[in-house]
């Protein structure tokens, strides 16, 4: 449909029945203006009304009088702003959740929507969520949920018009229902202040997808730590890729997929991981650290683990076969501890073999291969930070 703007326009007599033409188009009946061909009025006896179209602009006036006598000619570069457009339905442009306010899904279209038109709550779906507010202002639509997103959830909307629509602010045009919206969650990473205090060593976050180089199937060549140390874990050779999987994991198969990180560190440290063990095979090394030497290892027997830095652990037991859990790995000589999740910690002397490097889902040396899959990895120097570091992990275990 052709939308027309209104004006007030000062125009002069009337004059003889005729047809009114837009852009060649007949659109009504009605009377000829002399003093402009092309600018034509009509009335219904109660209502007055003119329409034309001079330069390419349409203009439209409505009167209840029909006393035009006398009436200067309108100021024609004043109308500019009245260049007729197609009308469509409002398109959605895009939907996001902004850091700022991790509450509100804002739904931006292409054009001005009519804020009296104000969809109920129940014309969207959250999955997951309860809708309390819906405002429209300007090209935006602002869905509210009682409880806020957070870093990383995967959010959809679906909208299905109901009796206040989104619509467009002029020609009331409604904008098209949908289903299953992919939203942009632009909620930044929090994550515990004791991270900034110089004693990281690495922190490898895959659901980070800026830190990861992978190729087309998901196989991993390089994963960035996060806070930028350089201490990145690399994968050249193509067979030996693991495999990243939505939302943010890794896998390896356990058959010859490993990543490591060269540099030096030394003990104390402190390894923290969200893992699990797809499959477990005895003498497997999850995580290697320093020479041939320095590893968690499936020992041995399932679903046990060990760690040894040149002493072997005693056999933890706690960290069950495809399970998601936190595995803490403390490295401190005489004061070492392995423990997962919050059950009782494996502690003693595990040996006081330096620290060199991180490798994943291997020994250093490339061999011993394990089945597992990871999510955040994080080293560091000391035991500081040790309740609130658990606590951050707890919140990013994959559900």
């Known amino acids: 449909m052709t939308k027309v703007h209104g004006h007030i326009s000062r125009l002069g007599v009337a004059g003889s029945l005729a047809q009114i033409a837009v852009l060649g188009t007949i659109v009504e009946s009605g009377y000829t203006n002399p003093l402009n061909p092309s600018y034509v009025y009509y009335d219904d006896g109660i209502t007055y009304i003119r329409k034309g179209v001079?330069?390419?602009?349409?203009?439209?006036d409505i009167r209840l009088t029909d006393d035009w006598e006398g009436i200067e000619d309108v100021d024609w570069k004043n109308l500019r702003s009245l260049k007729p457009e197609v009308a469509t339905a409002p398109v959605l442009v895009s939907a996001t959740v902004e850091d700022a306010a991790p509450a509100d899904v804002i739904l931006t279209?292409?054009?001005?929507?009519?804020?009296?038109?104000?969809?109920?709550?129940?014309?969207?779906?959250?999955?997951?969520?309860t809708i309390s507010l819906v405002v429209v202002s300007g090209t935006t639509v602002t869905v509210t949920v009682s409880v806020a997103y957070e870093y990383g959830d995967t959010i959809t909307?679906?909208?299905?018009?109901?009796?206040?629509?989104?619509?467009?602010?002029?020609?009331?045009?409604?904008?098209?229902?949908?289903?299953?919206?992919?939203?942009?969650?632009?909620?930044?990473?929090?994550?515990?202040a004791v991270l900034d205090d110089g004693?990281?060593?690495?922190?490898?976050?895959?659901?980070?997808?800026?830190?990861?180089?992978?190729?087309?199937?998901?196989?991993?060549?390089?994963?960035?730590?996060?806070?930028?140390?350089?201490?990145?874990?690399?994968?050249?050779?193509?067979?030996?890729?693991?495999?990243?999987?939505?939302?943010?994991?890794?896998?390896?198969?356990?058959?010859?997929?490993?990543?490591?990180?060269?540099?030096?560190?030394?003990?104390?440290?402190?390894?923290?991981?969200?893992?699990?063990?797809?499959?477990?095979?005895?003498?497997?090394?999850?995580?290697?650290?320093g020479g041939t030497g320095v590893y968690v290892i499936q020992s041995a027997t399932t679903p046990g683990i060990k760690a040894n830095a040149g002493t072997s652990s005693s056999q933890n037991d706690n960290l069950v076969v495809n399970t998601w859990s936190i595995v803490r790995i403390y490295f401190n000589g005489a004061s070492s501890k392995l423990q997962i999740n919050e059950t009782v910690a494996?502690?003693?002397?595990?040996?006081?073999?330096?620290?060199?490097?991180?490798?994943?889902?291997?020994?250093?040396?490339?061999?011993?291969?394990?089945?597992?899959?990871?999510?955040?990895?994080?080293?560091?120097?000391?035991?500081?930070?040790?309740?609130?570091?658990?606590?951050?992990?707890?919140?990013?275990?994959?559900?």
């Open 157 to 192: 909307i679906s909208y299905t018009a109901g009796d206040n629509p989104i619509q467009e602010s002029i020609s009331g045009i409604d904008a098209l229902s949908f289903s299953d919206q992919a939203v942009t969650n632009n909620i930044a990473e929090t994550y515990p």
């Open 346 to 399: 494996t502690t003693g002397n595990f040996g006081a073999a330096a620290l060199s490097g991180f490798t994943v889902g291997a020994r250093s040396n490339g061999s011993l291969f394990s089945n597992i899959e990871t999510g955040v990895i994080i080293g560091r120097k000391s035991a500081v930070g040790e309740t609130d570091i658990y606590d951050y992990l707890v919140e990013r275990i994959p559900t």
């Open 199 to 289: 004693d990281t060593t690495f922190f490898y976050d895959p659901e980070e997808l800026s830190t990861i180089t992978k190729d087309g199937s998901n196989y991993v060549s390089r994963h960035n730590d996060f806070r930028g140390s350089g201490h990145d874990l690399l994968q050249a050779t193509g067979t030996n890729q693991s495999l990243w999987l939505t939302p943010g994991t890794i896998l390896y198969d356990g058959i010859d997929n490993f990543l490591q990180a060269l540099f030096t560190w030394t003990q104390p440290g402190f390894i923290y991981a969200v893992v699990r063990q797809k499959t477990w095979t005895i003498n497997d090394v999850i995580f290697g650290t």
């Open 109 to 129: 279209y292409d054009k001005a929507l009519d804020e009296a038109s104000t969809p109920a709550t129940t014309d969207f779906i959250l999955a997951g969520k």
């Open 54 to 60: 001079r330069d390419g602009y349409f203009v439209i």
